[in-house]
C-alpha cells in the first residue's frame, strides 16, 4: 500500500533486543512503502570501523564517520559479529556519540513517510511521531529467537550464553544514564511473545490505519 506523497506519516518502534521491533519496523514499511532505519546499525557500523583502526584519535575519527554515514553502508553483514555486537552495546552509553548520531536520525525523520526502531526512538529522536510503538517480549521467547539467529554462523553457542547475554543487554538499555530504555506514556504496547509475524503485522497495520483514517479522512493511499 502506498501512502499519498503529501501524507506525514513518522512511526518509532523502540524495545528490548529480540523483542521484535526490527521485524515488525521492517514489516510495515515493506507494506507501507516507508523509509526505514534501524538506529542500532548506525552503533554497530560506528563499532565496526573503531575496530578495524588501531591507533588513532576516536573522537576526531568517530565524528569523521558520522558525517559520512549512508543506508548503503550500514548494509554490512560485519556488523553483526560477536566483538562488534558487545562494542555497540558499550559506546551506545556514551552521550557524545549519541547526539553525533541523533543528527543522522533526526534528518533522516524529517522525510514524509518514515519509520525507525531502536531503543531511544519516542523519547529522545521522534518526540512527536505520530505513532509510538513499544514492543516487549518473553525472556524466553527472545532467547530462542536470538539463538536461532546467531547459531547460523556461530555453531557452538549455547542457549543459555545467549540467554545471560539478554539479560545483561536488558540491564545495560533500562540502567544507562541518557537515554534509558522506557515505556513511554503515549506508547502503544505490543508483547509479541505468542504473536506470529502475519498476526503482529495485522494489529500493528489496524493502529496505523485508525491513526491515518482519524488524520486524513479515507483519502490517505494513493492511487
Not at 104 to 128: A, L, M, T
Not at 162 to 183: C, E, F, G, M, N
Amino acid at each position: 500500500m502506498k501512502l499519498k506523497k503529501k501524507i506525514k506519516l513518522l512511526i518509532a518502534c523502540d524495545g528490548g533486543a529480540a523483542s521484535g521491533k526490527t521485524t515488525a519496523a521492517k514489516l510495515i514499511s515493506k507494506k507501507y512503502n516507508l523509509h526505514f532505519l534501524s538506529s542500532g546499525l548506525l552503533y554497530r557500523y560506528i563499532s565496526y570501523k573503531l575496530l578495524s583502526k588501531k591507533k588513532i584519535n576516536k573522537e576526531i575519527y568517530i565524528k569523521k564517520i558520522s558525517k559520512n554515514i549512508s543506508l548503503s553502508k550500514l548494509k554490512n553483514n560485519k556488523l553483526f559479529a560477536q566483538n562488534v555486537t558487545q562494542y555497540a552495546s558499550k559506546i551506545a552509553k556514551s552521550k557524545k556519540i549519541r547526539t553525533l548520531l541523533k543528527k543522522y536520525q533526526k534528518k533522516f525523520s524529517k522525510q514524509n513517510h518514515v519509520c525507525i526502531e531502536g531503543r531511544d526512538i519516542g523519547s529522545v529522536i521522534c518526540p512527536n511521531a505520530d505513532i509510538k510503538l513499544f514492543f516487549k517480549c518473553n525472556l524466553k521467547v527472545r532467547a530462542k529467537r536470538r539463538w536461532n539467529e546467531y547459531k547460523k554462523n556461530n555453531p557452538k553457542i549455547t542457549l543459555i550464553e545467549v540467554k545471560k547475554a539478554l539479560k545483561i543487554r536488558d540491564y545495560s538499555d533500562t540502567s544507562r544514564k541518557h537515554s534509558p530504555l522506557r515505556v513511554l506514556k503515549d506508547s502503544i504496547v505490543i508483547d509479541t511473545s505468542k504473536l506470529s509475524k502475519k498476526r503482529m503485522l495485522s494489529k500493528i497495520s489496524k493502529v496505523i490505519e485508525k491513526k491515518l483514517l482519524i488524520k486524513y479522512g479515507r483519502n490517505f493511499k494513493a492511487g
